[in-house]
C-alpha cells in the first residue's frame, strides 16, 4: 500500500515549487486600483488576452472590447500552468474617481501590459500616465490579476 501511495505523489514532487495550474473552469479576474483612492471608471479598449505558459507558448483569446477595470473585470481561460499575462492594444478612456481631495481625472497611456502570476504577486503599477485633474497622492494604478 506504501508503494502506491508514493507512486501517486511522485508526480506531484517533480512540480516547480511556484508552478501556477489551473484546472477546471478557470476565471481571470483583473481590477484597477490607486491605494486610498475610490476609482468610479477606468474603461480600456483590449484587442487581445494573451496567456503565456511557464514553457513560453501563448494562448492568444480574442476580445476586440471596452472593458471596465474600476468594476473589475472577469474572462474565462483555459486550463493551463500559467506564468504571465498580457494585454494588447489597449486604449485607454481617462480613469476617473474621489479621494481625499476631492475628484481627479487620470490618463493612462499603456498600449500593453504584462503581469507577472508566476513567480510574480499578479499586479503592475501603472506608472505612464498624466494627471489630467484634481490630485492622487497614493501613487501610480494598480492592476491587480487574480485567477480563480
Do not use: Y
Not at 472593458?67 to 493551463?80: C, F, H, K, M, V
Not at 479621494?99 to 501603472?126: K, R, Y
Amino acid at each position: 500500500m506504501r508503494p502506491t501511495t508514493f507512486l501517486v505523489l511522485a508526480p506531484l514532487l517533480a512540480l516547480p515549487a511556484l508552478a501556477a495550474f489551473h484546472v477546471g473552469n478557470p476565471v481571470l479576474d483583473l481590477k484597477l486600483t490607486i491605494p486610498a483612492e475610490t476609482v468610479q471608471s477606468a474603461d480600456v479598449d483590449v484587442e487581445d488576452l494573451v496567456m503565456v505558459a511557464c514553457d513560453s507558448s501563448e494562448t492568444v483569446i480574442p476580445i476586440d472590447d471596452t472593458i471596465d477595470l474600476a468594476g473589475g473585470w472577469q474572462q474565462a481561460i483555459p486550463e493551463g500552468d500559467w506564468c504571465d499575462v498580457r494585454l494588447t492594444g489597449l486604449v485607454w478612456d481617462d480613469a476617473v474617481g474621489t479621494g481625499a481631495d476631492g475628484s481627479w481625472v487620470l490618463e493612462i497611456d499603456h498600449g500593453s501590459v504584462v503581469i507577472d502570476i508566476d513567480p510574480g504577486d499578479g499586479t503592475i503599477q501603472l506608472d505612464q500616465n498624466t494627471l489630467v485633474q484634481g490630485a492622487v497622492h497614493a501613487g501610480n494604478p494598480v492592476l491587480t490579476l487574480t485567477i480563480q
